[in-house]
T-cell receptor, first 109, second 113 residues
Framework: AQRVTQPEKLLSVFKGAPVELKCNYSYSGSPELFWYVQYSRQRLQLLLRHISRESIKGFTADLNKGETSFHLKKPFAQEEDSAMYYCALRNQAGTALIFGKGTTLSVSS | DVKVTQSSRYLVKRTGEKVFLECVQDMDHENMFWYRQDPGLGLRLIYFSYDVKMKEKGDIPEGYSVSREKKERFSLILESASTNQTSMYLC????????????FGPGTRLTVT
């Protein structure tokens, strides 16, 4: 079965604290994983994908096949990081994305 | 810049009405998608289309149908709206099936009373 699990509905941290948004997946073969973000009153947009191995807005995510995880991390959270974050997996057919239920990140000063 | 537009930001309909949600993209994308977004349930795929007149069911197609007569336009149809279809509806497009990025519209908040 193909599935994406984001165990936390809400994650609240203080500005400057480290952030880790958890994502676990279930997939047969080599998965393609993504993080999408939706800031308040803005469109959902791609944040990063595992293949690129890049850092976007200070966020990184490493694919751990052993733990079937793709956690999103940032060493020092900023208030502008407050948003809804979705982890997504390309389906086996390669035609669509399977999204997790999302985690709301709230960063306060 | 890819632009995905949706016909309405807010819509209020009565139970039993036929509802049309329109989505237009201006970048000649092959693939288009309709999702609904509900708190605690995330994004769930309703239908997608990979070509004109082609469609595939997603995870929750019941109570919905779609139409893609032109490449740039993808319509979601609620044949007989029900209160449990009150939701935020998001349209998205991607260049083709190999493309990894989906571009989303602003969403339509539909309320069925």
């Amino acid at each position: 079965a193909q599935r994406v699990t984001q165990p936390e509905k809400l994650l609240s941290v203080f500005k400057g604290a480290p952030v880790e948004l958890k994502c676990n997946y279930s997939y047969s073969g080599s998965p393609e994983l993504f993080w999408y973000v939706q800031y308040s009153r803005q469109r959902l947009q791609l944040l990063l994908r595992h293949i690129s191995r890049e850092s976007i807005k200070g966020f990184t995510a490493d694919l751990n096949k052993g733990e079937t995880s793709f956690h999103l991390k940032k060493p020092f959270a900023q208030e502008e990081d407050s948003a809804m974050y979705y982890c997504a997996l390309r389906n086996q057919a390669g035609t669509a994305l399977i999204f997790g239920k999302g985690t709301t990140l709230s960063v306060s000063s | 810049d890819v632009k995905v537009t949706q016909s309405s930001r807010y819509l209020v309909k009565r139970t039993g009405e036929k509802v049309f949600l329109e989505c237009v993209q201006d970048m000649d994308h092959e693939n288009m998608f309709w999702y609904r977004q509900d708190p605690g349930l995330g994004l769930r795929l309703i239908y997608f289309s990979y070509d004109v007149k082609m469609k595939e069911k997603g995870d929750i197609p019941e109570g919905y149908s779609v139409s893609r007569e032109k490449k740039e336009r993808f319509s979601l149809i609620l044949e007989s709206a029900s209160t449990n279809q009150t939701s935020m509806y998001l349209c998205a497009s991607s260049l083709d099936s190999r493309s990894y990025e989906q571009y989303f519209g602003p969403g339509t908040r539909l309320t069925v009373t």
